[in-house]
């Protein structure tokens, strides 16, 4: 399965013609969904998502569109992008451990770089933008021959072995190779569309890879138009398991859908561009830097800060991180073919009510869960008094707030507990439908939620049933207690 390394990855890190490079620094949610392949139901697999919060089970460009936050910057952009989760593999298949993205620990998030290139072929095609409804995957999920390889889509995936004090490599399969700083995963989509459907039953055969150069070539007749490239590159931490290779022969880490190979990896993409300026920026940010500063188009961003803050709440009831026992999520056998894998058929998981990331068990005490809210050292968003302890429970916060003539209370970082009675700015108050990043479990009560990084969870004084619980509605679900 070992490929020979090609050149240095320059070639597709800095493309030679314009292009815009997005960094989308946090994830939207890792689950097993799929809506172009498995809309409605439970995906075979773990995919990684990146993009609009409009996301869900089912969605389509306007869901998209009403997306109210994205985890990527460029605000006219509330697109989806997601790929397959990677994992480490125990000896044996003993158990299985999701691989951290680059960027993610104690909090946040790992995500993705999405680039944009304006790259026309040799005839240097007028670009289009992706219309309203549009979608596609690339690559394929049960691929594991390295024949796939040779040519598009197959030549098309390709993965990286990261040393940025040497030299890194590229790569056709994932390298039997410990990589000093990472291994990048990266898929090119096609770019050449028939121009008349936006989807289709394979999610394939409206778009097609230019012939000649699979990345730069010429349209073929039967798909003549000709889109603006997008392209894929997620960073595995896989130097993290530097000492936990089992076997010098093989690497210990497998793809969602039990690909060993690499040969398996794939991308999918969910249009949710504002289109006119999708195609103003691909008319006018001719660039090569790669810099988002340097489109006009772009002048208004999410910053790095509500990127992480915005998720939608799983809704598949399993555990997919940390030791996932002696199965992949979605029961996916391991395989290193050449032989085509056949699809996943042994769990049949419902979707199940979204996870909650706040409690209103407290109820009895008159207060309501308002949302989560920013916060920073620099500027309280609540200065009022504060506490913290190592028995910190949303109760103690909300007495203590009380107690102090205080209608707001606000937990964070697990163990304190800050009060007010109004926000210091209208922008560090609670956002509707952004669920942000409250995830830490309370020091005095690992049920509840005491806020996280940056972060505080709000509850606020009802007065008798003057305020109303915090609501969610993600994907049309109610999320709330």
């Known amino acids: 399965m070992k490929t020979a390394a090609l050149a240095l990855v320059a070639s597709l890190s800095v493309p030679a013609s314009a292009f815009w490079r997005m960094p989308c620094p946090g994830r939207l949610v890792m689950e097993r969904i ?14 990684t998502v990146s993009g609009g919060s409009g996301f869900g089970f ?8 009403a997306s109210a936050c ?40 790992g995500g993705m770089t999405v680039y944009y290139e304006q790259r026309g072929g040799p005839n240097n095609d007028a670009l289009q933008a992706f219309p309203a409804g549009f979608r596609m995957m690339a690559g394929d999920p049960f691929q594991r021959n390295e024949s796939f390889a040779k040519t598009a889509p197959g030549l098309a995936v390709s993965f990286v072995c990261l ?11 994932m390298p039997n190779v410990n990589c000093p700083d990472g291994l990048r995963a990266q898929v090119y989509f096609p770019s050449c569309w028939d121009g008349v459907h936006n989807d289709t039953a394979d999610h394939k055969s409206h778009m097609a890879y230019p012939i000649g150069a699979y990345d730069d070539g010429v349209c073929p007749d039967s798909h003549p138009v ?3 490239s997008i392209f894929y590159e997620i960073i595995y931490q896989t130097n993290l398991f530097v000492d936990r290779w089992h076997s010098p022969l093989h690497h210990p880490f497998v793809f969602a859908m039990g690909d060993r190979t690499g040969y398996g990896f794939h991308g999918d993409f969910v249009n949710g561009w504002d289109v006119d300026a999708l195609q103003k920026a691909v008319n006018t940010c001719t660039d090569d830097s790669g810099n988002l500063s340097d489109c006009p188009v772009f002048d208004d961003l999410f910053s790095d800060e509500e990127c992480q803050a915005c998720k939608i709440p799983p809704s598949v009831d399993e555990q997919i991180t940390g030791n996932v026992s002696s199965k992949l999520p979605g029961c996916n ?10 699809p996943p058929t042994c769990d049949s998981r419902p979707i199940s009510a979204p996870t909650q990331y706040f409690t209103n068990e407290i109820t009895p005490l008159g207060w309501a869960y308002q949302g989560c809210a920013n916060d920073s050292v620099s500027e309280r968003t609540f200065s009022g008094a504060s506490a913290s302890s190592d028995d910190m429970t949303i109760e103690t916060c909300i007495n203590y707030c009380k107690g ?9 970082y697990a163990s304190q507990c800050y009060c007010d009675n109004d926000y210091s700015s209208s922008g560090s108050a609670p956002q509707p439908n952004i669920l942000g990043d409250c995830w830490q479990p309370c020091a005095g009560n690992a049920d509840e939620i005491c806020g996280g990084s940056a972060a505080l969870s709000v509850y606020k004084d009802c007065d008798g049933g003057a305020c109303s619980n915090s609501i969610f509605t993600i994907n049309g679900t109610i999320a709330s207690s």
């Open 333 to 342: 056998p391991v395989t290193v073919g050449p032989e085509y894998a056949p």
């Open 404 to 412: 102090k003539g205080y209608s707001l209370a606000g937990l964070e």
């Open 58 to 65: 089912t969605t389509d460009f306007e869901q998209q569109r």
């Open 70 to 109: 994205s985890s990527c910057p460029v605000k006219q952009d509330l697109s989806a992008y997601w790929t397959p989760q990677l994992y480490y593999m125990g000896a044996n298949q003993s158990y299985f451990e999701d691989v951290p993205q680059a960027g993610e620990g104690e909090g946040v998030t």
């Open 34 to 47: 799929d809506p172009i392949m498995s809309p409605g139901a439970v995906s075979g697999h773990v995919h």
């Open 226 to 228: 000709h889109l603006i």
């Open 163 to 173: 040393d940025y004090s040497g030299t890194s490599t590229q790569w056709s399969a």
